[in-house]
């Protein structure tokens, strides 16, 4: 029988916080489908035992966008309410159901909060990433100086964020998308892995159907925040993340706009990757920076993003 609404999950070393993401799913009657991506902290045991949950454990890291694919496809749903492990829904989705099934929106997302209540301004939702606004983040300058007239509209820190709106590029910790939609986009792409940019590609392929995304703040998502990035060795995630910031590039920037990104990224990869002592020994952190370069090259020659870096435990 084809479900409804559909909670889905993908974990990587998530066992601190699933239970909780899970058990508000229930609370609300939502069942829930868990992807585990291979994790090895005990996450799928810590999955409440119930029979309105789903899971899938895998033996090795497909990435975010290939659970989230690998999930769609196993099981069928109407809507999939694509959570994060380290959420917890503290409202009813029905406004976030109605913005597709009764005003016409192709997905939804709602507000995501901390854990003192107060609104993650700057991450439930933004506008999509310019090539001025890569090179800002690449440079740490949205850190330096996060009041910049870049960042402020990147972030939509200029917008009221308990007004509904219609926005761009919702984070992935929660974004209710439809079945038809994800089958017209072939889905998540994968090459965004293990992590990244994979939902911002997403909101973007979709919005260019002429789709429309609808916020609400009245549904209120408490989000822990960056729990699984976190345990991967800090060296693999400036990997990670400027491959998949320079696939983004590639993928959807004009050549000049590429270009500047992976000319930004080459300079700024060297500070960043060699002065943090915890990115590892210093061989290692030469490796690193000879990787992100010849894919910042590939990237700037052709548009041809590298390959793939295997994901830990992959």
Not at 82 to 100: F, G, K, S, T
Not at 174 to 183: M, P, Q, V
Not at 297 to 309: I, K, N, R, T
Request: net charge neutral; with cysteine.
């Amino acid at each position: 029988m084809k479900d409804r609404v559909l909670a889905l999950i993908v974990t990587y070393n998530s066992a601190e916080f699933i239970g909780a993401a899970v058990r508000s799913c229930l609370r609300q009657e939502i069942p829930v489908l868990v992807v585990d991506n291979g994790s090895q902290d005990g996450t799928t045991a810590a999955i409440p035992a119930d029979p309105r949950v789903q899971v899938i454990a895998n033996t090795h890291n497909l990435g975010f966008a290939g659970g989230v694919n690998q999930g769609v496809r196993v099981r069928e749903a109407e809507l999939y309410l694509l959570l994060n492990p380290d959420v917890e829904l503290l409202d009813p989705i029905a406004p976030l159901v109605n913005a597709i099934q009764e005003n016409g929106h192709s997905a939804s997302t709602g507000l995501l909060v901390d854990s003192t209540g107060e609104p993650q301004k700057g991450f439930s939702f933004r506008r999509f990433p310019t090539a001025s606004i890569l090179a800002f983040e690449v440079l740490g300058l949205n850190r330096i100086w996060p009041s910049n007239p870049v960042n402020r509209r990147y972030r939509c820190l200029d917008l009221d964020m308990m007004e509904p709106r219609e926005v761009e590029q919702p984070a992935g910790a929660c974004l209710l998308f439809r079945r038809s939609d994800w089958a017209l986009l072939d889905g998540f792409d994968e090459r965004f892995h293990p992590v990244w940019f994979e939902d911002v590609d997403f909101c973007r392929r979709l919005k260019f159907t002429g789709a429309k995304i609808w916020f609400t703040p009245l549904v209120r998502v408490l989000h822990h925040g960056g729990h699984s990035v976190q345990k991967i060795e800090l060296g693999c995630r400036q990997r990670f993340w400027y491959g998949s910031l320079l696939k983004y590039a590639a993928k959807h920037f004009p050549p000049l706009s590429r270009r500047l990104v992976a000319v930004t990224v080459a300079v700024a990869a060297v500070p960043r990757v060699l002065i943090p002592r915890a990115s590892g020994p210093f061989q290692t952190r030469i490796q690193s920076i000879q990787q992100i370069w010849t894919m910042a090259w590939q990237c700037f020659q052709s548009g041809a993003s590298a390959e793939d870096v295997p994901a830990p435990g992959a």
